[in-house]
């Protein structure tokens, strides 16, 4: 454990980043789900709504460095396979 009063203040400032980061990376992964459920059930006017918001959530992510560049470009574009597969 940390002695230093600074120090003691980043332990808890990381705490709550790291609650905060994995609550958004939970919801990314929730709406990922959601889209593939909808592919399931061959219902693709919800999947591609469904597809859109799960775009924008990752791309949110990716923006505030919760998720590589690369990992958010690979998950948009299996999903958006999927969807397509539909049509």
Known sequence: MA????????????NKKRA???????????QIK???????????????????????SIDKAVQKGIMHRNTGNRQKSRLSKKVKQLA
Request: no cysteine.
């Open 3 to 14: 002695n230093i009063k600074s120090a003691k203040k980043r332990v808890e400032i990381n």
């Open 20 to 30: 905060l980061n994995q609550s958004q990376k939970s919801e990314v992964r929730s």
């Open 34 to 56: 959601h889209v593939e459920k909808l592919v399931e059930k061959n219902d693709a006017e919800n999947a591609k709504t469904a597809l859109l918001t799960a775009t924008k």
